[in-house]
């Protein structure tokens, strides 16, 4: 039997921890068939998965808000004390790209709903890079002030998020879905993962009240020839919903006013689409027609 976790000051039963670490295996079986498809290998990935386990103790697993010690991280991480400190000496992982992309989603977001950047049917207007108001120069200085119009244009511009029609630029999503660079989906594979596992951590250990959404809807034998039909649906209805989430977001939202003693959140609702083969098509028997 293996020795029993230590999880939120209690004693992981043996079945507890073999469902941890099987929803564990289901969550890395994508993450490792992306990194290998890149040609990452099980090494790097193993001295990665280290540090976060290093990081996550020396942060948020204290005791009575005192400082953190080699001896303790070493206890509940299982890694020596030589590692812990070789691995927290190490530089932490850049999370700077997580402001970019919150701020860029900020920005189209306000495109999307500000009635002052959209046509009186309520779709965002295409906007000049500045001159004739309303222009997109105006916008990225209302809802993310401190960056750079021409930068968050091109940057923009660059992942296919917007595109450039008769020297105007055009949303080319209602929403923020980079196609056009992989690398900026492989951060959003990083970031929007690890806020649904934060909610799922949330749930687990929160009071049934304060419980925060996590649902999915699921059909297991849909015919091929309904699959391009679901997912216009589901994008239609799902981004109408998203629509009215943004404008609610967006009159509640302080902006770049920081003052105040309250506490602030990010808060937001994701979607994702659900298409994964459950079986393959089947020849027609004895060659007859299907």
């Known amino acids: 039997m293996s020795t029993p976790l230590i999880w939120l000051n209690e004693v992981v039963t043996e079945a507890l921890e073999n469902h941890l670490l099987r929803a564990a295996r289901r969550i890395l079986r994508p993450v490792v068939r992306i ?12 001295e990665l998965s280290r540090k976060v386990f290093v990081d996550v ?27 812990v400190a070789r691995l927290h000496k190490l530089d932490n992982i850049n999370e700077t790209d997580r402001t970019w992309w919150n701020r860029a989603g900020t920005v189209l977001a306000g495109w999307m709903s500000d009635e002052y950047f959209q046509t009186k049917a309520g779709y965002p207007i295409d ?13 990225v200085k209302k809802y993310s002030g401190d960056m750079y119009p021409r ?32 690398t900026a989906m492989v951060d959003i594979l ?6 649904f596992i934060e909610t799922i951590d949330h749930n687990i250990q929160a009071a049934p009240q304060d419980k925060l959404l996590q649902v999915k809807v699921l059909a297991n034998n849909l015919p091929e020839k309904h699959l391009a039909a679901f997912n216009q649906h589901s994008k239609r209805v799902s981004m109408s919903a998203l629509d009215e989430i943004v404008h609610w977001l967006n009159e509640h939202d302080s902006g770049k006013d920081q003052s105040g003693d309250d506490a602030r959140f990010a808060v937001g609702v994701g979607m994702f689409q659900i298409n994964r083969q459950v079986r393959a098509a089947q020849p027609p028997e004895n060659g007859e027609d299907s």
Not at 127 to 139: A, H, I, Q, R, V
Not at 158 to 177: K, N, P, Q, T
Not at 190 to 195: H, K, L, Q, Y
């Open 35 to 46: 990194l290998l498809r890149n040609g990452i290998t099980a090494s790097a990935f193993q």
């Open 57 to 83: 103790a020396f942060e948020e697993f204290g005791i009575d808000g005192k400082p953190q010690t080699l001896a303790r991280v070493s206890v509940i991480t299982g890694l020596n004390r030589k590692e």
């Open 127 to 139: 906007l000049p890079f500045n001159g004739p108001s309303p222009n997109f120069t105006e916008l």
């Open 151 to 182: 930068s968050v244009a091109d940057e923009l511009l660059r992942l296919g998020a917007v595109e450039m029609i008769d020297d105007r630029l055009r949303m080319s999503h209602r929403g923020y879905a980079p196609d056009a660079d992989p």
């Open 190 to 195: 990083g970031m929007d993962t690890s806020e």
